[in-house]
């Protein structure tokens, strides 16, 4: 089946649109937006800035300390940057959210009707009022109301409101009886218990949401505390299946695929350690047995039914409890740089502002240069793409490496790495074993590596069996049906499937491509020993940034990659435009840089000579930044965000 002929995709406002084939499942997307120009990027360096809670962030907005809050913005802070000078704060629903998740492997969590109990004792009503001020609405479904695959209102049973007295009900009948010495339940067996929810020190919104957790617990007679915790240390628990009770989490998506329901809570992985998924280490086998409708459905109705009785099953049993689903705010300055692009998946800190945003006119060099500085809430845990374990840090991967296809601001998918590519099986091509699916990508010819090697589909495919041949590789858990990666000739990349699925496309786009000869030198067992780090080695990358400065816990430096294949060649500065009466308006276009003007009388322009940009530390001290300690310059600057097609965790 060639692309021309598998479905179009396009976008009616905010209304989805699907599409569909007899044979193929083509996800819609939900918001429609202007794609920036592909050539970038515009800056010159970008300054993560790690700052820990909402005042500081807000603080080092309003004072002109950073340029972007690179996270969500609390609604406790909304009035406060609304009202400050040259801030804006965008809005957007939000493709994902927060949640609990329960560990099922231990007691009395194993217990559906405790899990249940819990659900409907939370009122998650109240916590989008009180954590969201109203900029949040109660969610139950594990795929947000936004995408069309969601099941949110078509359920028998519904979570918003704190029904104590149903919640009472389940525990009653289950024997979870009440210590008439100590006033809590006891688990059916006779035996005291206690709850533990642990939530992101670093976000007010988690430790609210946890400790609203606990309250609901105690009205329903169970021990129950919350505990703010390093993020880092309780997901790397989660992700290797260790010790917890509850654990307060967020989830976002760049896309509209549900794929990923058939491996976050699939059975066969709530044994296995090493495939960072199934966080509640939960088994349900009529859950499994939709898995491959899911994944291999050759219609619409076929994968919508299986989405929603996945969906139907979680809700009801309760591994993790979804909370809300959130407006997004994110907040920026507008006194230095525009052209901002706001998603649904990471508001206005995301990858396409890293490298749309430019320099207005009037500043030196204009659109070209600055050092855009960004706040983040955490640090970087690893320059090892295979061990990521937070959003902040999986969104950096795709600021230093590529992958063949992106998703645009509105979730479209963009050739990249990949100029064009065509999607076949048995009936286009009888050379293809009938069921599966090919993909051929032609690769650019003119992309490289930082350490000038070229960057061709050899690296592609080697990257690819790379991941799916290492043993535990976490960027091989969805590529099991990857038959094949091959190169039939220059420029071109084969990978085939034993199935026919178009999720298979999605799948491929979640992959950063890493260099063949630095996996090469790595061998399959050593992914997760590498530990590379930028100061005291040049990580070899592909993407538009390249790494110019880490200081664990204070600041990360990026530098524009001059050799970036999408770099323009020919840099030409906003012209200088003399006005002689007051009625001559000059905007900048903000498609291509160039300059708009409107006359209702005579005017004359002239274009002058544009002062070089100024160097990375001029910048930084402009802006009170650089600090220095005899002859070494230290540099207070850090943040980050996620663009990824697929689910990834953050805080809240």
Request: charged share 20%.
């Amino acid at each position: 089946m060639k692309i021309s002929q598998i479905a179009g995709l396009f976008s009616l406002g905010l209304v989805s649109v699907l599409l569909f084939t007899s044979q193929l499942v083509i996800p819609s997307i939900a918001v429609a937006l202007d794609y920036p120009d592909k050539h970038g990027p515009y800056l010159d360096y970008i300054e993560y800035k790690v700052l820990t809670g909402d005042d500081l962030q807000n603080e080092a907005l309003i004072n002109g300390e950073i340029d972007v809050i690179g996270d969500m913005i609390s609604s406790s802070s909304l009035t406060q940057l609304e009202a400050a000078d040259d801030i804006k704060v965008d809005r957007t629903l939000r493709n994902g959210y927060s949640y609990l998740t329960i560990n099922t492997a231990k007691n009395p969590f194993n217990y559906t009707s405790f899990r249940r109990a819990a659900a409907f004792a939370y009122n998650k009503t109240a916590v989008c009022e009180i954590a969201w001020a109203g900029l949040a609405e109660p969610l139950d479904a594990s795929i947000p109301k936004m995408n069309p695959f969601s099941c949110e209102g078509l359920l028998d049973f519904c979570y918003y409101d704190g029904d104590i007295e149903t919640a009472n009900k389940l525990l009653d009948d289950a024997g979870f009886s009440i210590d008439s010495i100590s006033g809590y339940r006891l688990d059916p067996h006779g035996n005291p218990f206690s709850v533990t929810i642990e939530c992101a020190q670093s976000s007010d919104i988690a430790i609210i949401c946890g400790d609203l957790m606990a309250e609901a617990l105690q009205t329903i007679n169970v021990d129950a505390v919350n505990v703010p915790t390093d993020f880092y240390e309780y997901l790397n628990r989660l992700y290797f299946h260790g010790d917890y009770d509850m654990v307060f989490l967020g989830s976002s998506f760049n896309g509209y695929d549900v794929d990923w329901l058939a491996y976050e809570f699939w059975s066969v992985y709530a044994d296995d350690p090493y495939c960072y998924c199934n966080y509640p280490q939960w088994r349900n086998a009529t859950y499994d047995s939709w898995r491959d409708q899911l994944l291999h459905g050759t219609s619409f109705e076929a994968v919508y039914e299986a989405a929603f009785k996945m969906q139907e099953i979680l809700a009801y049993d309760c591994p993790i409890i979804i909370c809300y689903e959130n407006i997004l705010l994110t907040g920026y300055r507008t006194d230095k740089f525009e052209n901002f692009v706001t998603t649904s998946d990471s508001g206005a800190y995301g990858w396409w502002t890293l490298y749309n945003t430019r320099l207005k006119q009037g500043q030196a060099g204009a659109p070209w240069g600055g050092a855009l500085r960004i706040s983040s809430p955490l640090d970087f845990d690893s320059f090892n793409p295979f061990l990521t374990a937070s959003c902040y840090c999986q969104s950096f991967e795709f600021e230093i490496y590529d992958s063949l296809l992106k998703p645009g601001p509105d979730g479209i998918l963009l050739p990249w790495l990949a100029e064009s590519y065509t999607i076949e099986t048995h009936d286009d091509n009888p050379a293809i074993v009938d069921g599966h699916t090919r993909f051929t990508f032609k690769i650019l010819d003119n992309a490289t590596w930082t350490d000038g090697e070229p960057l061709n589909a050899e690296d592609v495919v080697y990257a690819l069996n790379y991941y799916r041949d290492a043993p535990g590789s976490p960027l091989g858990i969805d590529l099991s049906e990857m038959t094949a990666a091959y190169t039939p000739s220059t420029g071109r990349a084969v990978v085939e499937f034993s199935s026919v699925s178009y999720w298979h496309l999605s799948v491929l786009v979640s992959k950063p491509i890493l260099p063949k000869h630095v996996l090469m030198d790595l061998g399959l067992e050593g992914w997760n020993t590498w530990d590379p780090n930028p100061m005291e080695e040049e990580i070899v990358t592909s993407g538009p940034w390249k790494i110019y400065e880490f200081v664990p816990g204070n600041h990360t430096t990026l530098v524009r990659n001059e050799d970036y294949f999408y770099s323009p060649r020919i840099r030409e500065p906003y012209p200088s435009t003399v006005q002689t009466t007051t009625s001559t308006a000059v905007t900048p276009s903000t498609n291509t840089g160039s300059i708009i003007t409107q006359t209702t009388s005579v005017t004359a322009s002239t274009t002058e000579p544009v002062a070089p940009a100024p160097s990375l530390d001029e910048l930084l001290a402009s802006a009170g930044l650089a600090i220095t300690i005899g002859s070494l310059t230290v540099i207070v600057v850090l943040s980050v965000q996620i663009l990824r097609n697929s689910k990834f965790s953050r805080p809240s």
